[in-house]
Every structure is written in C-alpha cells, then in structure tokens.
C-alpha cells in the first residue's frame, strides 16, 4: 500500500520559513517523479515546485520561484519544500503527489496546512 505523508506546516509570520517533508513508503520512491502542490480556499489546486524522479530537474511556479526550493533523499524516501520568505498568499493546503508516467501511477499525501499571517 502506497503512502505519502506530508508534515512540516503551521501557522508562521510573514517573511518567515517552514519546510515541509513528505516521507514515501510501499513505492519505488527513485522511480517517482514528485510534485508539491497547494490549494488555497476557493482556488484550484496548483503545482508549485516539480522534481525529476533523480531530482536532476526541478521547476517551480513563477509565484515562488526563488523562495521555495525542492529537493529529495531517494534513498529515504523523501522530499521536501523548503519555503521561505513567506507571504500571506502561500497559505493553502500542501499536497504531495508521486507520479510515473510509464504506469500511469499518481498518488497523493492527506495534505499539511500553511498559514501565513501576523
């Protein structure tokens, strides 16, 4: 059984920083390319930061670009966000999402919330 747990959210002022962690189990996490993803109230969800499942490419959203950094330990099965100078239209749910195309295997964390306010 696949499993994406995310943490690492809270509630953090302006300008701070958080880092979010998703830990993977029950997959081959090296053959997974992965995705951080947030929805805010009201609002679609959208993909905010990308890696390759070697982590040799990353993109991100031009909303973020230069403040939120994704990076992955393959072989711990994990892969963070690190997120600073946070504003207050970061605050949404963060998603993880493993996906392999070769499969068609998508597969999705519960969600950790981030609260931007003062």
């Known amino acids: 059984q696949v499993q994406l747990v995310e943490s690492g959210g809270g509630l953090v002022q302006p300008g701070g920083s958080l880092r979010l962690s998703c830990a993977a189990s029950?997959?081959?996490?090296?053959?997974?390319?992965i995705g951080w993803y947030r929805q805010a109230p009201g609002k679609e969800r959208e993909l905010v930061a990308y890696s390759t499942s070697a982590g040799d490419m990353t993109d991100y959203a031009d909303s973020v670009k230069g403040r939120f950094t994704i990076s992955r330990e393959n072989n711990k099965n994990t892969v963070y966000l690190q997120m600073n100078s946070l504003k207050p239209e970061d605050t949404a749910v963060y998603y993880c999402?493993?996906?392999?195309?070769?499969?068609?295997?998508?597969?999705w964390g519960q969600g950790t919330q981030v609260i931007v306010s003062s």
């Open positions: 999402n493993a996906y392999r195309a070769r499969f068609n295997h998508d597969y």
């Open positions: 029950g997959l081959t996490f090296s053959n997974y390319a």
